[in-house]
């Protein structure tokens, strides 16, 4: 049962450009969403964080976005530059004790 | 450093060996978690604890899985009898939260220990 879903594997962008990640969920208790970012040979880092009673959060040139209605947020990078590039992983805390539930990840290329 | 550490970040064991992970969280953090993480997937939650408390290992896949704490600062991961399944990195994180109600506390993440049974 996979409660966080991001059905996008991997997404290439060009240096300048815009890049969108998305999310899908399907559990409605979910209140609070994370996105977190993973270089290779290393562990996850936080990167930006959106409660339910927001529709937006921005944070430099991370914006999140949620919809509540269509269960669904979406991560907006803007300029890409080549450090970004990474696995994004979307996240909720689940139940007592706030352990995290992980979409799969997008791989995110940025070309220079 | 003041991030978690994990060790050792890579381990190769033989199937049916035992291996013991070893998680050293931020001070003064008190919740800990342990995460397995499969090739091309996204973590997946295996235990938890509150200080020394293990207060949820429903995540934990058998019951050659075992976790302590047992001073409430440094984790041990041990997996016993091995098998080529649990093949994965292993992810410890921290957080300052205590974990009652919802809790917003950033959960803080070491590098992980590739575990490869052959």
């Known amino acids: 049962d996979q409660q966080v879903k991001q059905n996008s594997p991997s997404l290439s962008v060009q240096e300048g450009r815009i890049s969108i990640l998305n999310c899908d969920y399907t559990?409605?208790?979910?209140?609070?969403f994370l996105w977190y970012k993973k270089y290779p040979a290393e562990g996850p880092t936080f990167l930006i964080s959106?409660?339910?009673?927001?529709d937006k959060n921005e944070d430099g040139r991370f914006t999140v976005f949620l919809n509540k209605s269509a269960k669904h947020l979406s991560l907006h990078i803007v300029p890409s530059q080549p450090g970004d590039s990474a696995v994004y992983f979307c996240?909720?805390?689940?139940?007592?004790?706030?352990?995290?539930?992980f979409g799969a990840g997008t791989i995110l290329r940025v070309k220079s | 450093g003041a991030g978690v550490s994990q060790s050792p970040r890579y381990k190769v064991a033989k199937r049916g060996q035992d291996v013991a992970l070893r998680c050293d969280p931020i001070?003064?953090?008190?919740?800990l978690f342990w995460y397995q993480q499969a090739l091309g997937q996204g973590p997946e939650f295996l235990t938890y604890?509150?200080?020394?408390?293990?207060?949820?290992k429903s995540g934990l896949p058998s019951d050659r899985f075992f976790a302590e704490r047992p001073e409430g600062s440094v984790s041990t991961l041990k997996i016993q009898r091995t098998q080529q399944e649990d093949s994965a990195v292993y992810l410890c994180a921290s957080s300052t939260g205590t974990g009652w109600g919802l809790n917003t506390d950033t959960q803080y993440f070491g590098p992980g220990t590739r575990l490869t049974v052959l």
């Open positions: 001070s003064g953090h008190v919740s």
């Open positions: 996240a909720a805390p689940k139940e007592y004790g706030n352990k995290l539930v």
């Open positions: 959106i409660s339910s009673i927001k």
């Open positions: 559990n409605s208790m979910f209140d609070y």
């Open positions: 604890f509150q200080n020394e408390a293990q207060l949820d």
